[in-house]
């Protein structure tokens, strides 16, 4: 994220601010206007700069040349609050809380993010309804793939592992179908109370024994709570046997819900706040998560499968 300006106008109100950070809320805010061609960058900041005036930020404050400290506010202050916005602005029936699907996984470097987003990307593009992203990461790397996305869903909640309670209901009366939870690599009480909330739990590994063999925490604490889950087996090389050697082994514990490849275009879309559903929506990464999509939505009743016609013979 780009920062424009200091923080520290807001608990100074005596002292004017530099011509320095000035001049740089006034370049960064247009180069990211032309970067995001200026129509929505624009419509986002004065949403954020409404609901920070709501909120009490010191909008009337006038700090020089015609500026206030809301107009220095850093760009990143801005994206945060503009997101929940978004989020929070969500219409729809207040009868339940969303549905929930958390990734979860105690090894680090399986794909938990990358599925999280490619998930999300997929269940909105499949019509279910607002769906939305949730990130309780404190690395926040899927929060910062959705920083740099241009569209406009999925959605972003703000909020972390004490807030979850509050945000699924706040959400849910706001009409939110889905929310996708990215967790960190480890099993821990915090990740214990997400799972907790979990309607369904992807475990995403790589085939290789070693990460094989460090799911057994995982899965225990998932069978603990008493929740459906499904394996995703992530980053396979083509060509190999390991897939198959691999959905062998988990077979014994669970479903083996998709294969995914490992494919440069999947890490390539993501470094753009993207998916390989939208970099290229007719290869077989595209695919590949939608097989996911499809397994996951119709375990957990967001997405009904057509049940095949009746030949006549």
Do not use: C
């Not at 992807?202 to 057994?216: I, R």
Request: without cysteine; charged residues 20%; aromatic residues 6%.
């Amino acid at each position: 994220m780009n920062k424009i300006g200091p923080l520290s106008l807001f608990s100074s109100p005596g002292a004017p601010p530099s011509t320095i950070a000035l001049d740089a809320a006034r370049a960064t805010a247009t180069r990211a206007d032309q970067e995001a061609g200026g129509v929505k960058l624009r419509r986002r900041f004065a949403s954020a700069r409404g609901l920070l005036t709501k909120r009490g930020f010191g909008s009337t404050l006038d700090i020089g040349q015609g500026w206030t400290a809301i107009d220095v506010i850093p760009y990143s202050v801005f994206r945060l609050v503009a997101s929940d916005w978004r989020a929070d602005e969500l219409t729809g029936d207040a009868m339940n809380n969303p549905t929930v699907i958390v990734l979860a996984s105690q090894k680090g470097g399986v794909g938990k993010t990358t599925l999280a987003a490619h998930l999300a990307v997929a269940a909105d593009a499949s019509g279910i309804g607002a769906v939305a992203v949730y990130d309780t990461d404190p690395q926040q790397s899927l929060a910062r793939w959705w920083d740099r996305r241009e569209a406009e869903t999925p959605h972003y909640a703000r909020g972390g592992v004490d807030e979850l309670d509050a945000t699924l209901e706040r959400l849910g009366e706001k009409g939110l179908r889905l929310l996708v939870i990215d967790t960190p690599p480890a099993v821990t009480g915090a990740i214990q109370a997400v799972v907790r909330r979990a309607d369904y739990v992807v475990v995403p590994t790589k085939p290789n024994m070693l990460d094989l063999e460090a799911l057994g925490s995982t899965v225990s604490l998932v069978r603990e709570l008493g929740k459906p889950f499904a394996f995703a087996l992530t980053m396979v090389k083509a060509g190999t046997h390991v897939a198959a050697d691999g959905a062998r082994v988990l077979s014994s514990f669970g479903t083996v819900a998709a294969i995914v490849g490992d494919r440069t275009g999947i890490a390539t879309s993501m470094n753009r706040g993207g998916t390989i559903l939208e970099a290229d929506p007719k290869g077989r990464g595209a695919d590949e998560i939608r097989q996911l999509w499809e397994a996951v939505g119709s375990a957990t009743g967001l997405l009904h499968r057509k049940k095949k016609a009746k030949q006549h013979v």
